[in-house]
């Protein structure tokens, strides 16, 4: 009879038998991980696999002790961590689908361009050849069109929620082409229409085009509507003609609501495109003198630079580089017509424009307000950074009709002193107001207004040589001679504003932080030192002249430029002492005046004149150096010239 097994011997040997099974397991993990980090080798295909030990007789549990208290593992103690692999690469994205040019679209688009041709010969031909009487043809355009949109809408019916078909894009594209084109041979071709009726016509059809692109969500139908209309329209109006702006003008307009509406910037451009070159068109035919339409294509030409602004405005929130396109190209065609025109009404549609543009610019800058040093805020919101490119953008249309209008303001007279006078009062409004709008359109008309200075105006020749043609003659016997006081005064008035313009931009860099790197503060000096040295020598020089046109006059002009610009250099080099840039500018002028000495005055001045130059010019730097090196001395935390901290003597640099 068997004798029953205590439960507490039961209860040993079942932990003893876990415990064997614990340690089976770690064994066969730590084999494993042995195994993973070596290297695979492959085994040859006739080595066979070991078989598995037999397992041992069963052994009797020894006897029960009792639990030894848990410990915490020793630092550092682990199973041994599997090495590091590399991460799985991940697989590509799929690439968005391409639209596909499948046989039934390109058939259906070459279908649709070979109709709108056949309208055009329609139209065109038959009214050549009198086949038809003009009613019965725009009748028979009418219809034709309107059957190719019933068409296209019910095979889109057919599809149901599909996608739209491309035969239904091809036929309702089509059959607005024709619509339209029906439009304008009523209007150009066959004067059923008068423009103000046929303007608005053709507003309608486009329009309704473009709605029922909107409709079915398809912006391939919007292009093709515009892009159709665009490229046959001028076939059948017979050139880029007022009336043609006028009639692809309304397709801007309705272009633009459906664009901004479903965020198609394409169709926006490719509106604002087709009315730009229609007005560009009409600008070089005026140009090229055609009879009887100033008064019309200017109208025409500037009502596109109005709908390209508030196409602009309307898109400058979304597309930044779309908005600014519509904005910028329709001031090319103003600009030309401007030309074309007669003086004081070309002057007149120049100055309008870039007081406009100008208007437009200060709105614009209104939206992005300026930060501390001039600078638009960075990390501005979308609508903030459209509206300062638009801003730009405008900027340049005016600084470009102002400069033409004061060329066609002046016409003969001297050019170089209006455009000086613009760019001095855009710089200063550039220092005061911290913007580097104003000071790019103060350096275009500078340099535009400085090289005709230079080549008419104040050229070089009278600052050089003695007489200069024509600011002073010889008067018969050529002893005697005269002075022209009219360029002279003009002259002077020009080498003034030289010198005040490259002044007050080195003035308006300052403030706009430009500046503050010593290398592009010595460049900007030096530039600007050099237009302002030359436009006082000029101003100093002219005004000896209209004094007394000798050359006695001359050579004293040339004296006290000399003398003047080492006093100057002396004021500049005291007050460097506190500004860095006023130092900059007093040693630029001290090689400027040895320079001038070395290189015209050695040469150029002869007898008293000469000895007084260099007498002169080399007291006033020997005192400015003494005074110079005394007000360092003198200078808190200054060095002395051998090294050693100056003595705080009572001359300051005030004084010096």
Excluded: C
């Excluded at 692809?248 to 633009?256: C, D, E």
């Excluded at 501005?380 to 900027?395: C, H, I, K």
Aim: net charge positive; aromatic share 4%.
């Amino acid at each position: 009879m068997n004798t029953p097994v205590p439960q507490d011997a039961l209860v040993v040997r079942l932990g003893d038998d876990l415990a064997g099974v614990a340690r089976e397991v770690d064994r066969i993990r730590t084999t494993l991980l042995t195994l993973q980090s070596a290297p695979r080798t492959t085994a040859p295909a006739s080595a066979s696999v070991p078989a598995p030990p037999p397992p041992g007789p069963w052994a009797p549990p020894v006897a029960w002790a009792p639990p030894v208290a848990w410990a915490p593992p020793p630092a550092g103690w682990g199973p041994p961590s599997p090495p590091a692999r590399p991460a799985p690469r991940l697989p590509r994205p799929p690439r968005a689908p391409r639209a596909a040019w499948s046989p039934a679209k390109l058939l259906a688009v070459t279908g649709a361009a070979t109709t709108v041709l056949g309208v055009v010969l329609l139209l065109v031909l038959a009214a050549g050849r009198g086949w038809f009487g003009p009613e019965a043809r725009v009748i028979g355009g009418a219809l034709l069109g309107l059957a190719l949109v019933g068409i296209g809408v019910r095979v889109r019916r057919r599809a149901g929620d599909a996608e739209v078909p491309s035969a239904a894009v091809a036929l309702a594209a089509t059959g607005v082409a024709a619509l339209f084109l029906t439009v304008a041979a009523a209007v150009a071709l066959f004067g059923l229409l008068p423009l103000a009726l046929g303007a608005p016509f053709a507003l309608a059809v486009t329009a309704g085009g473009l709605v029922l692109a909107d409709h079915w969500r398809h912006q391939g139908l919007a292009l093709g509507v515009l892009v159709a209309a665009g490229l046959a329209a001028p076939l059948v109006v017979g050139g880029p003609t007022p009336t043609l702006v006028a009639l692809v003008l309304g397709a801007q307009v309705a272009a633009v609501l459906v664009a901004r509406r479903r965020t198609w910037l394409a169709v926006a451009t490719t509106a604002a495109v087709v009315s730009t070159l229609a007005a560009l068109g009409a600008a070089i035919r005026l140009l090229l003198g055609a009879p009887d339409t100033h008064l019309a294509t200017t109208v025409a030409v500037l009502a596109v630079l109005v709908a390209g602004g508030v196409s602009a405005v309307l898109l400058g929130t979304s597309g930044r580089v779309a908005a600014t396109a519509v904005l910028g190209a329709p001031v090319l065609p103003v600009l030309l017509v401007s030309i074309g025109l007669a003086r004081i009404p070309g002057t007149l549609v120049a100055g309008g424009v870039a007081v406009a543009l100008l208007l437009a610019v200060v709105g614009f800058d209104r939206v992005v307000p300026a930060g501390a040093d001039g600078t638009q805020r960075r990390g501005a919101a979308a609508p903030e950074a459209g509206y300062r490119a638009l801003a730009l953008v405008a900027g340049a249309g005016a600084t470009g009709a102002l400069l033409v209008a004061t060329v066609l303001a002046m016409g003969s007279g001297p050019l170089s002193l209006p455009l000086l006078a613009e760019a001095l009062v855009l710089g200063v409004a550039a220092a005061v107001t911290r913007r580097a709008g104003p000071l790019l359109a103060a350096a275009v008309l500078g340099l535009v207004g400085g090289l005709v200075a230079l080549g008419q105006d104040a050229p070089m020749e009278l600052v050089a040589s003695f007489p200069a043609r024509p600011f002073v003659v010889t008067l018969p016997g050529g002893a005697v001679t005269a002075g022209a006081v009219g360029e002279l005064a003009a002259a002077l008035v020009v080498y003034l504003l030289l010198s005040a313009v490259a002044l007050v931009g080195l003035v308006a860099l300052g403030r706009l932080g430009w500046l503050r790197d010593r290398g592009r503060a010595a460049t900007a000096a030096g530039l600007l030192g050099v237009v302002a040295l030359y436009g006082a020598a000029g101003a100093v020089v002219t005004a000896a002249l209209l004094i007394s046109p000798t050359r006695d006059a001359f050579l004293v002009g040339h004296v006290l430029v000399t003398v003047s610009w080492t006093a100057i250099a002396l004021v500049l080099l005291a007050r460097g002492l506190k500004d860095s840039l006023s130092r900059v500018l007093g040693g630029v002028l001290v090689i400027a005046a040895v320079v001038k000495l070395v290189t015209f005055d050695l040469t150029a001045l002869d007898g008293l004149a000469r000895v007084a130059a260099f007498l002169g010019a080399g007291l006033v730097l020997l005192a400015a150096g003494s005074r110079y090196a005394k007000a360092v001395i003198a200078a808190p935390g200054a060095s002395g010239a051998d090294g050693a901290p100056g003595s705080g003597g009572s001359a300051g640099p005030s004084e010096a």
